[in-house]
Structures are given as C-alpha cells and as structure tokens.
C-alpha cells in the first residue's frame, strides 16, 4: 500500500510570489488534512478536505487556500508569501473519523 | 479551545534506560490522543492512540502510553530505550481521528547517550 507522498519535498521561493504544494492521499483515504510545521515547533493545523470540499480550517489567512480532486489528491496555495512562511508543511491522510491521520514527509518551504 | 502541553524540552537518557515523556492536554470532551514521532527531515509517524476503554495502550516500538483523565495527562513510555529511538516526539489532542484537526504540543526531542 502507498503511504502519503509530497512534493516537491524541497523549495526556495522570495517574498511575494506564490507556491503550490501537492499531495497524493494513501490509497482509499479521502480525507487530506495540512498543516505547517515552523522550526522547533509542533505542526499546525491549516485546513482539512473531505470529498473535494473544506471540512475545516485553522487560524491562517485566506491566502492559503486549498483544493482536493475526485481522486482524493490535494494541492495547498500560498499567495504573496511571507519570511514567516517558512516551513515544513505537512500533509495527513485519513479514512473516516475514527482512523487516524498519515503524514507524508513533507515539503520544506523557505523563504528568502 | 483545546491544546496540549509538553513539559520538556528536551531530554537526554542512556541507553537501555527507562523513558518517561509528558503531555498534559486540556479538552472539554472525552479527547482523542495520539503521539507521533519525527526523525530529522522526516514526517510524522503514528506510535499510538486511544480512543476510549483500556487506560493503557501499546504501540509499535516498545512504547505504552496511560491516559489518567483526572490529571489530563497522557505519558508515554518505554522500559528501555534504543538508540534508534532518538527523535523529537509530540503527543496530540483531536475530537475524533481522521475527520478532525490534530492539536499539536510543541515536541520533545530525545537524545540517547550510548
């Protein structure tokens, strides 16, 4: 079974422009949650997606926004990126609410 | 609002030692918990998780965990730690596990002394 991949794992953005993460669910899972991990700390809820629509979101402005396909994928977009932006976003995948949530390795984001 | 506290920073025991990590959470309801470890440049990995019923729960690796809702805690353990365990480890409060958002401590990190 193919666990939660992410890509790009790595990159380098400035300030300003715009980034887009991807994530590939683990098989059958249709719920993908994100979160953003900064250095030291623990991750951070952004916002989840269950069949194709938001299921909830944490404190992070509207610049960050989200998608989920028919195949349970999902994208994350950071519109006029911040220093702060940089991170380790995470991506989890899940199956129903009582199965819990599988991380992928991550994308490191920086920001210069 | 729910959140969980990871007392420590940071520790450091031997080799073939007993382990003791902390988390204290603070929920209105019957919480979910969870800890997850993290190596470095890696995502996060499932240990274990409790749901309701037996206090005590194992996971993978050797490692238990006992929820005490009257001190809001949920510990980890292990009875003798490898160096392969050497890892940040955070412990996490949701409302359910996979339909809901996961409430992160900010992590201890673990060094192993051979």
């Known amino acids: 079974e193919t666990g939660v991949t992410q890509s790009p794992t790595h990159l380098i953005k400035t300030r300003g422009q715009q980034v887009t993460l991807r994530c590939s669910s683990q098989s059958g899972h249709n719920t993908v949650s994100w979160y953003q991990q900064a250095l030291g700390q623990g991750p951070q809820f952004i916002f989840q997606y269950y069949r194709e629509e938001e299921n909830g979101r944490g404190n992070f402005p509207p610049r960050f926004s989200g998608l989920q396909f028919p195949n349970y994928s999902s994208e994350l977009n950071v519109n006029a990126l911040e220093l702060d932006d940089s991170a380790l976003y995470l991506c989890?995948?899940?199956?129903?609410?009582?199965?819990?949530?599988?991380f992928g390795d991550g994308t490191r984001l920086s920001i210069l | 609002a729910q959140s969980v506290t990871q007392p420590d920073i940071h520790i450091t025991v031997s080799e073939g030692a007993s382990l003791e990590l902390r988390c204290n959470y603070s929920y209105g309801a019957t919480p979910y918990l969870f800890w997850y470890v993290q190596s470095p440049g890696q995502g996060l990995q499932l240990l274990l998780k409790y749901f309701s019923g037996d206090t005590l729960v194992q996971g993978i690796k050797g490692f238990e965990a006992e929820f005490k809702r009257s001190q809001s805690s949920f510990n980890l353990r292990k009875p003798s730690v490898h160096w392969s365990d050497a890892a940040e480890y955070f412990c996490?409060?949701?409302?359910?596990?996979?339909?809901?958002?996961?409430?992160f401590g900010s992590g201890t990190r673990l060094q192993v002394q051979p």
């Open positions: 989890a995948s899940s199956w129903g609410s009582n199965q819990p949530q599988h």
């Open positions: 996490a409060v949701g409302m359910d596990t996979g339909r809901r958002a996961l409430t």
